[in-house]
Structure formats: structure tokens, C-alpha cells
């Protein structure tokens, strides 16, 4: 079992090495689209890459329609893993609606043996969602 301070310094640990092993600029949060965002998520069970989309009700639902309308060729082209959920809860009981992709291994960010496996993992699946939002950014901003 690790103390709330050993746990913060793990995270900040991974954070760092994923930052100087995969040098890049994400988009992340910098979509220039209300409400849309790419995220990294990695605990102590499980990682995984989303896209996210969390704005007012009538945004969430247009964006989602587009998102929609481009599953085939997300999952055809970029990411076949991919999983969609229309109403997916955070752990804040925030509703939200998410796009993502689990690693299907057991991963903890407190054991550093799995560390390389989820950045590898990050660094590729990120690129794919990064690909297909550059790809479609047209559509997914009107």
C-alpha cells in the first residue's frame, strides 16, 4: 500500500518519463472545439485513451451526432477497438459522452514493470485519435 504522498510522486514519476520518452505536443484539450478533449487516464487497475465530449446538453448531443456519422471509418481506418458510449458517468457522477480505448492489460500506475506497456500504448492509440480528429476537424467544428 502506498501513502497519498508515494502515490502522487508515482504519478508524477510516469507523468515525467512518458513526457521524455514520447516527446510531443498532444492536442489534448486543444481542440479549438467547445467541449471536445483527448485524454490520457491511468490508475492503479487500468489505462486508457478517450475522447471526450462534456459540454452543455444540445453541444454534446451535435458533436455526438458527427462523431456518429464518422464511427465506421474511425473504426475501419484508425482504431477497430474503439468503444462508444453515449451516457458514460465519471467518477464525479458527471455525464459525459466518451470515445476510448482500454488497454486490455493489467496495468497499475504504482508498478513501474507495466509502465513501458501503457506508454507505448498512449503514445500509439493518441496518435490514431489525433490523426482522425486532424483528418475530420472540418466536420467535427461545424
Request: proline residues 1%; glycine residues 2%.
Amino acid at each position: 500500500m502506498f501513502s497519498k504522498e508515494e502515490s502522487r510522486q508515482l504519478r508524477q514519476e510516469f507523468w515525467t518519463n512518458f513526457g521524455k520518452s514520447f516527446p510531443r505536443k498532444w492536442i489534448l484539450y486543444d481542440t479549438k472545439t467547445k467541449g471536445f478533449s483527448f485524454k490520457f487516464h491511468f490508475d492503479t487497475k487500468s489505462a486508457l485513451v478517450a475522447l471526450d465530449v462534456e459540454s452543455d446538453l444540445e453541444t454534446r448531443i451535435n458533436l455526438w451526432e458527427k462523431l456518429l456519422s464518422l464511427k465506421t471509418i474511425l473504426k475501419e481506418d484508425y482504431i477497430s477497438e474503439a468503444v462508444f458510449e453515449e451516457e458514460y458517468y465519471l467518477e464525479n457522477g458527471k455525464e459525459i459522452s466518451r470515445i476510448y480505448i482500454p488497454l486490455d492489460k493489467k496495468v497499475s500506475i504504482h508498478n513501474k514493470n507495466t509502465w513501458q506497456d501503457v506508454m507505448v500504448f498512449f503514445n500509439t492509440y493518441m496518435d490514431k485519435f489525433e490523426t482522425f480528429f486532424n483528418d475530420f476537424e472540418d466536420i467535427l467544428k461545424d
